[in-house]
């Protein structure tokens, strides 16, 4: 039997273990998104207590909190913090086969020097062994990314944000981690949402400019999309239902608009065509700068409206949508590509059956302008355990070009998700090794360690650019 959690965590070969311990390991890590407040970087945060760092963002925990039978006051409510960390740790001991269960205990090890079994039992110890160390000056926020070998980190900002806290960060010579913003327009191409007019005006004070039609609308989003290049942005993402492709006329476009500034809601098909517009505009205009668009879909959000209401957006109530038409995809990338205005993409699905279905698509678009110029994303937020991962380097692998692939990101608000990373490349390897000892690829370690390497770091920085 395998000793829990021990140096072989997950590597179940030699050559995995070779791989992992001799080049994943050793690997700095690019995250190239995630939802880290840039502020708390540049004020160099402490927590004062575990629970700070681990319980007050974090929806993934509050889901298996809820699932434990925890009431919410333990959760999201007003206990205190020693409360919500016993109550998840009552919930986490029967937590088997869940990445939680494995990422807060490589936490524990790698931030904290613990390497024993958090459970009711060890509470107590490791609430005042962690929150000893959190007091410590290597514990604060910088640190924390220091210490986890980060060399860029991509935070997700709003077009209308100031990005005050990045150009702090970047006068700031003193911390050698570079802090991007990345472009994320969903609140202005979305104009169902209740609260789209008053996104507009904010939109307006950030670009210096009226938005009185679509044509306004795109040109203010250029010109915040030129500030963002300012600041060093160089990657885009977007959050969609499923990716569309209803094409309307110009006039079509600018009569729902119109209809919008009125106050009347778009009718889901005229929501989709509008969309369409923006993101075939918006995609000409990162393939003009240079940017990735990042493409995250097959999410049905806020489903309990009771808990969206008293708790508010990312509260733990999101779900997989199967409404993910790859036909529409396919009519996406292909608008674009059609005029040689596709730019480098990263398409991701919280749908797990769609796998194979990106993987046929994306390979029609690919071409001399670099590796994977389109990449199938890494396995995302319900995917991202061991299965998920699993399943979708296999499917990598077997539909394209694994070698070409830019590896893992946090998509996490924590400082210490980082872990996730290591979780990413132990699983990679364990892959790649059975391949090599079941003979169905070359024991060249040269060969080998070059495309572990590549996937943990190399082939990112390429295919960004930073």
């Known amino acids: 039997m395998q000793t829990f959690m021990d140096e072989n965590f997950l590597l179940e070969t030699q050559t995995a273990r070779k791989l ?42 509050w889901r298996l909190m809820r699932w434990a039978g925890i009431e919410e006051r333990y959760i999201t409510g007003d206990a205190s913090d020693k409360e919500k960390f016993l109550k998840w740790t009552e919930a986490l001991e029967g937590a088997i086969g869940n990445p939680l269960y494995h990422w807060c205990h490589l936490e524990l090890q790698r931030y904290f020097g613990y390497h024993g079994v958090l459970n009711e039992r060890t509470a107590e110890e490791v609430w005042n ?55 994320r327009p969903d609140k202005a191409i979305t104009p169902s949402k209740a609260d789209y007019k008053e996104y507009l005006s904010r939109l307006e004070e950030a670009a210096g400019m009226k938005i009185n039609s ?30 569309m492709y209803a094409p309307a006329c110009e006039q079509e476009i600018e009569r729902i608009f119109k209809e919008r500034l009125k106050g009347n809601l778009p009718s889901p098909k005229e929501e989709a065509q509008f969309m369409t517009a923006c993101m075939i505009a918006l995609g000409r205009e990162y ?19 009771r808990l969206f209401g008293a708790v508010g957006a990312d509260a733990g109530v999101d779900c997989i949508d199967n409404y993910t038409p790859s036909a529409q995809l396919a009519d996406f990338l292909n608008a674009l590509d059609i005029t040689k205005q596709l730019p480098k993409t990263i ?53 394209g070009l694994l070698g070409s692939f830019v590896g893992m990101l946090t998509d996490s608000r924590s400082f210490l998700s980082y872990v996730r990373h290591e979780y990413f490349r132990r699983i990679l390897c364990n892959v790649i090794g059975g391949y090599v000892e079941n003979g169905e690829y070359p024991d060249d370690e040269e060969m080998l360690g070059r495309i572990v390497e590549g996937i943990c770091y190399h082939n990112a920085v390429r295919y960004f650019g930073f």
């Open 20 to 61: 992992y311990h001799d080049h994943a390991a050793k690997m700095p890590i690019l995250d190239y998104h995630c939802h880290i407040n840039p502020q708390e970087i540049y004020e160099d945060r402490h927590f004062d207590t575990i629970t700070g760092l681990w319980l007050k963002a974090d929806h993934y925990k």
């Open 129 to 183: 062994l962690c929150n000893e160390k959190l007091q410590q000056e290597g514990f604060s926020v910088r640190n924390l990314i220091r210490k986890s070998n980060v060399t860029l980190l991509c935070t997700t900002d709003d077009p209308a944000d100031s990005l005050e806290w990045h150009r702090k960060l970047a006068e700031d010579k003193s911390f050698e981690v570079k802090v991007l913003p990345a472009w």
């Open 214 to 243: 679509f044509h306004d609308l795109l040109a203010a989003l250029c010109r915040r999309m030129d500030y963002f290049a300012s600041m060093g942005c160089r990657v885009s993402d977007h959050g969609l239902p499923y990716v």
């Open 287 to 305: 393939h003009r700068r240079n940017w990735v668009m990042q493409l995250h879909y097959g999410v049905k959000r806020d489903n309990n409206k």
């Open 347 to 399: 398409v991701y699905s919280l749908n797990p059956i769609d796998n194979a279905a990106i993987g046929s698509v994306i390979g029609c678009f690919q071409e001399g302008v670099c590796a994977g110029k389109v990449q199938h994303g890494s396995a995302w937020w319900f995917n991202d355990h061991k299965i998920g991962m699993e399943e979708q380097i296999k499917n990598l692998a077997a539909a």
